[in-house]
C-alpha cells in the first residue's frame, strides 16, 4: 500500500501539471509606505522586516542530481494559500529568467526522460518541509517549450503551506 507521501507526491503532481497554465495568481504586495519625514521609523520598519524574511528553495534532487529550480527571488508573483481536497496550495509563476533555468535544468537532468526519478524538495530557511514528485505531463510540457514559469508549491499540512508562501512573498 503507498505511503500518505507517495499519494500526496502523486496528487500534487497531478495538480502541478492541471494548474501550471494558471494565468490569474493573486499577488501579494507590501503595504508599508513611509513620508520623507520619518526616516527613523522607515528604518526600524526595513530593518523588522529583514529581519522577518525567511529563505525559500526548491530543489531537484534525482539518481545523480541536486539543483536549486528556484527561490524567492526566482518569483515574479506568489499567490494566496488555498486547498484541494487534503492539499495545500502555494501557485507561484516564475520570472522570465528563472523559467528558462528551470527549464534548462530539466533539460540537462533528463527529467523528460524519467520523471519519477526526480522529486522536489522544499526548504525553507534551510529546513526540509515537504518532498514531491513531478508529473510526467509537467515534464513533458518544460522539454517541449510549452512551460509558462507557473508552478504549484504543495503541502500536506496548511502551516507548512503558509510558511513556504510567506518566505515567497518576503522577497
Do not use: H, K
Not at 53 to 64: I, W
Amino acid at each position: 500500500m503507498p505511503s500518505r507521501r507517495d499519494t500526496v507526491g502523486t496528487v500534487a503532481a497531478g495538480v502541478v501539471v492541471a494548474l501550471a497554465g494558471c494565468s490569474q495568481l493573486q499577488t501579494s504586495t507590501d503595504a508599508t509606505t513611509a513620508d520623507d519625514t520619518s526616516t527613523d521609523a522607515t528604518t526600524a520598519d526595513e530593518t523588522n522586516r529583514t529581519a522577518e524574511r525567511s529563505s525559500f528553495t526548491l530543489e531537484l534532487v534525482g539518481p545523480e542530481e541536486r539543483q536549486t529550480l528556484f527561490t524567492e527571488a526566482d518569483t515574479a508573483d506568489v499567490g494566496e494559500v488555498r486547498q484541494q481536497g487534503e492539499i495545500w496550495m502555494v501557485p507561484v509563476r516564475l520570472t522570465p529568467s528563472a523559467t528558462t533555468a528551470l527549464s534548462e535544468t530539466f533539460e540537462t537532468a533528463g527529467v523528460a526522460d524519467d520523471p519519477e526519478a526526480f522529486e522536489a524538495v522544499v526548504r525553507v530557511d534551510g529546513e526540509t518541509i515537504n518532498r514531491f514528485g513531478f508529473a510526467p505531463s509537467l515534464a513533458s510540457a518544460v522539454a517541449s517549450g510549452d512551460y509558462d514559469g507557473s508552478f504549484v508549491v504543495t503541502f500536506p499540512e496548511e502551516d507548512a503551506a503558509d510558511r513556504a508562501r510567506r518566505a515567497l512573498a518576503s522577497d
